[in-house]
């Protein structure tokens, strides 16, 4: 409308949920209607519940006001919303793009050939496609490898592939880590069981050069004892020259589990040769290795262990170094968690780095005995690096509890998730932010998951799509099934 009793909606200029009010004569209670579409086709506006539903305005002052939007996980994303005000007589509309933040899962295991308990991270491919692995399920309930192609159009769903299923022969079983995408566009990986003495295997997985499936072969299957190790619970790393790092949380010469490499043959269709670069578990050293590794700059491997270091048997921080001769590498104990209320105990997640500095988290210990969030941080001199404890998660209803899972690094921030805690007790998504002055840093719950249709107990750590959202996985929830979820988060 036009003249003295004009009224004007718009975007606000503080964000794409903020809507800009304004009269030049007009004072009163605004009332505010929404119509919110996707694609073009509109959505059922009983899906989604907008506040405010009104607002008062003053003649000849623009009013900034925050929208408050509730939505069901399967309609999170990107949008467009209609808004209309109202006001003596008076109307005026705006369309503007909506972004409906919160947790949307993408598929639902349905524990049957799909596969069931989804324990790893997920992996992007180029294409947009999610990659992962199952526990359980699948053709002889011993996992699977799966894909997720994203919808041709918004709002659609997402396309499960089992790409292998495990169990057959001397074929790897359960597989409990994520994947790793090498140069060639095949998938790498490790199961916990199955192979020939049924301590696991390390695995590829090839696409059909004909577009007609994928084919699997077994690069190793550990033997356990003294000698070897057993039970990879962890996902591998590539090294510089195609080889293989990872762990196994158990056997070796001294019972604690053992970092190897497998070394590429030298000619196609050989076999790849495994090394143990160390043994885990003689005196203060740790033990029993759940998680992966990651390569420093230097060509060091760095890692935790769950277990060991000492009295307190709460778990280390490890470096790996190669010789300088080539003959062996030699471990270097960097930290040794005390547990109790001051430190945290039991890292069963990987680290990440952060300009030079070391991030994890741990599954227990600090204030009240749930978790931790850490930063290591190496010496100047070349001695012990010195820890900080960023943050102690609370437990209960307000705070996740007992992260099981490595960080990511955002923008400064980091992000990940917790085993437990939250407002159903099954887990949370979660942002830790950096003080601006030096003190503690900030908390913030993303997601509180619910235990049934959005999914429960998330072990695995998140990852960052292209788009900017977190998509990652539970082991459990997801409807009647009870089976697991992916999900993401629109931030």
């Known amino acids: 409308m036009s003249g003295a009793a004009a009224l004007s909606v718009q975007q606000g200029s503080s964000g ?47 009013v900034q006001v925050p929208l408050t939007v509730k939505t069901p996980s399967s309609l999170a994303g990107h949008d467009q919303v209609q808004v209309t005000a109202s006001l003596s007589g008076a109307s005026a509309s705006a369309t503007f793009p909506l972004t409906v933040t919160g947790e949307q899962v993408i598929y639902s295991f349905q524990g049957g050939s799909d596969g069931a308990n989804p324990e790893a991270a997920l992996v992007l491919g180029s294409n947009g496609d999610l990659y992962g692995t199952t526990e359980l399920g699948g053709a002889s309930s011993k ?32 597989p409990k880590a994520s994947l790793v995408l090498g140069s060639n566009g095949d998938l790498y990986g490790t199961t916990e069981r199955g192979g020939t003495s049924n301590l696991g295997t390390v695995f590829q997985l090839s696409p059909s050069t004909t577009g007609n499936g994928w084919t699997e072969t077994v690069l190793y299957r550990f033997k356990g004892g003294t000698t070897d190790g057993a039970l990879p619970y962890a996902p591998l790393i590539f090294g510089s020259n195609r080889e293989l790092y990872g762990t196994t949380a158990y056997d070796g010469a001294s019972g604690g589990g053992t970092v190897f490499q497998l070394s590429p043959p030298a000619s196609p269709g050989s076999s790849w040769t495994e090394t143990v670069l ?48 080539g003959n062996g590498w030699t471990e270097t104990v960097l930290y040794r968690f005390k547990g ?94 950096p003080s601006t002055t030096g003190g ?22 998140l990852i960052l799509g292209s788009n900017g959202d977190l998509y990652g996985t539970t082991a459990y929830g997801g409807g009647t099934s009870n089976d697991g979820t992916v999900f993401k988060i629109v931030l």
């Open 16 to 62: 794409k949920e903020t809507l800009s009010l304004s009269s030049q004569s007009l004072s009163g209670t605004v009332q505010l209607s929404y119509r919110v579409s996707e694609g073009g086709a509109a959505l059922p506006s009983s899906a989604f519940s907008f506040s405010p539903s009104s607002v008062t305005l003053s003649a000849g002052k623009a």
């Open 278 to 325: 160390h043994n885990f578990g003689s005196g203060s050293d740790g033990a029993n290795p759940f998680a992966p590794l990651i390569l420093g700059s230097n060509g060091d491997l760095y890692g935790t262990t769950a277990y060991g270091g000492g009295t307190s048997n709460d778990g280390t921080v490890f470096q790996l170094a190669p010789s300088t001769t």
């Open 143 to 174: 996992g699977t490898v799966f894909q997720l192609s994203p919808p041709a159009s918004p709002g659609s769903s997402w396309t499960e592939t089992v790409l292998h299923n495990f169990g057959s022969g001397s074929d790897g079983a359960d």
């Open 440 to 461: 503690s840093w900030t908390e913030t719950v993303l997601h509180s998951f619910g235990g049934t249709g959005d999914g429960a107990h998330p072990f695995a750590p």
């Open 340 to 433: 109790g209320t001051t430190d945290g105990a039991l890292p069963y997640a990987p680290l990440i780095f952060g300009s030079g500095d070391l991030y994890g988290t741990t599954y227990g210990g600090g204030t009240s005995s749930v978790g931790t969030v850490f930063q290591l941080a190496p010496s100047t001199t070349g001695g012990s690096w010195t820890e900080t404890v960023l943050y102690s998660f609370k437990g209960g209803t307000t705070d996740g509890a007992n992260p099981a899972a490595a960080l990511i690094l955002g923008s400064g921030d980091l992000y990940g998730t917790t085993y437990g805690g939250g407002t159903s007790s099954v887990g949370t998504v979660f942002q830790l932010a």
